[in-house]
């Protein structure tokens, strides 16, 4: 025989003690999330969770929006990101392709010897600097004179302000004397030893370099702590290797003041790298970096076919050494040029703790 079929009202029966058993569990997990403090509006959204059928479906949500985010800059874009401030001595404004019928640049570059041919207006218009560029190098520069000004003008360091993000200079020449250091070995009698008689004299003022040198560049940091500071060394005046007198100077002079040269760059190399060691590891922005510009005439040095330097240009009335004498001429700031223009796209060689806050 078949068998018997459940009666309906069985099934019925069942179907209510589910609904029943179900009810029993929400109210004791109600009982425990009230006890626990659980808001009541939590309530709907678990039950749903754990009982799924018959919850309705919520529309998503969209984001309200995110957090600001901080970019590292790149060397570029740290350089670019404000305003160009060129300081320094001789070699930065231009001595050497200055003209005292030229239209002045700005407010003293008469008496500066500012002059558009320096390498300073040559970066200035290589690069969209978002803040512009100024231009206050001034000729016959020493550190102290830096911060205390020369000719009547403000102090070179009071032109730099929280918005520049790139500082070129040149300094420390002056500071070891080494224009009256190359005057005394060319007016020298030609068999005199006159000129490396020097050395000691040389010795002692580069040494006091470091620390007049050491509160330049903290000044700088104090005023523009984001940015960039590039200090440009001097070119090796002579061929490493000379054959010939050039202007009085002999080859054991020629030599000298070559070493004399290269010990005033190792100088401001290692002051400025010390520096930036500094800036580093206290993971601060901006940077100080150093151009080592030695060599950067090679080829061309005094005394060559196409000299990169001016030579000896005496003045007969008075009877003086002309201040554009042993200074880059218009190739030779060109060349300057290109070797910022260079240190601005590689950068310190490290990553930078410069950041950009943008929007999420």
């Known amino acids: 025989m078949p068998a018997a079929s459940a009666p309906v009202g069985g099934s019925a029966e069942r179907r209510r003690r589910q609904v029943w058993r179900v009810a029993a569990v929400a109210a004791a997990v109600g009982a425990v999330l009230a006890l626990a403090g659980v808001p009541l509006g939590v309530y709907p959204k678990l039950a749903c969770a754990v009982f799924s059928p018959g919850c309705p479906e919520e529309p998503l949500?969209?984001?309200r929006g995110r957090l600001p985010r901080l970019t590292r800059l790149t060397p570029v874009q740290a350089a670019l990101s404000g305003t160009y401030v060129a300081l320094g001595d001789s070699y930065s404004s231009g001595e050497g392709v200055y003209a005292q019928d030229a239209?002045?640049?700005n407010d003293g570059a008469d008496r500066c010897h500012r002059s558009r041919g320096s390498y300073v207006p040559l970066v200035a218009?290589?690069?969209?600097?978002?803040?512009?560029s100024a231009f206050y190098a001034c000729s016959g520069a020493t550190t102290r004179q830096l911060l205390?000004?020369?000719?009547?003008?403000?102090?070179?360091?009071?032109?730099?302000?929280?918005?520049?993000s790139l500082v070129t200079l040149s300094i420390g020449g002056n500071d070891a004397g080494f224009t009256d250091v190359l005057t005394g070995c060319i007016v020298k009698l030609p068999w005199s030893s006159a000129c490396v008689?020097?050395?000691?004299?040389?010795?002692?003022?580069?040494?006091?370099?470091?620390?007049s040198l050491s509160r330049v560049l903290g000044e700088l940091r104090a005023r523009a702590p984001g940015a960039r500071v590039i200090v440009l060394g001097y070119p090796r005046p002579f061929p490493a290797s000379p054959v010939r007198t050039v202007d009085n100077l002999s080859v054991a002079d020629q030599r000298w003041l070559n070493t004399v040269a290269r010990r005033l760059n190792d100088t401001v190399?290692?002051?400025?790298?010390?520096?930036?060691?500094?800036?580093?590891g206290l993971g601060a922005a901006g940077s100080v970096e150093y151009v080592d510009a030695y060599e950067a005439f090679t080829g061309h040095e005094a005394g060559t076919p196409q000299p990169?330097?001016?030579?000896?240009?005496v003045d007969m009335d008075p009877l003086t050494v002309n201040a554009r004498s042993y200074h880059p001429t218009g190739d030779g700031y060109r060349r300057f040029a290109e070797l910022i223009?260079?240190?601005?796209t590689t950068g310190p060689g490290r990553p930078l703790h410069n950041f950009r806050l943008t929007d999420g």
């Open 103 to 105: 239209t002045p640049v």
């Open 148 to 164: 205390s000004g020369q000719h009547g003008q403000p102090p070179q360091i009071t032109r730099v302000g929280p918005s520049a």
């Open 308 to 313: 990169y330097l001016n030579s000896l240009a």
């Open 125 to 132: 218009g290589a690069h969209p600097f978002s803040g512009g």
């Open 197 to 211: 008689d020097q050395d000691a004299a040389v010795a002692r003022r580069i040494a006091e370099l470091r620390p």
């Open 269 to 280: 190399g290692a002051v400025t790298a010390e520096y930036d060691r500094g800036l580093a």
């Open 61 to 63: 949500q969209e984001p």
């Open 341 to 344: 223009n260079r240190q601005i």
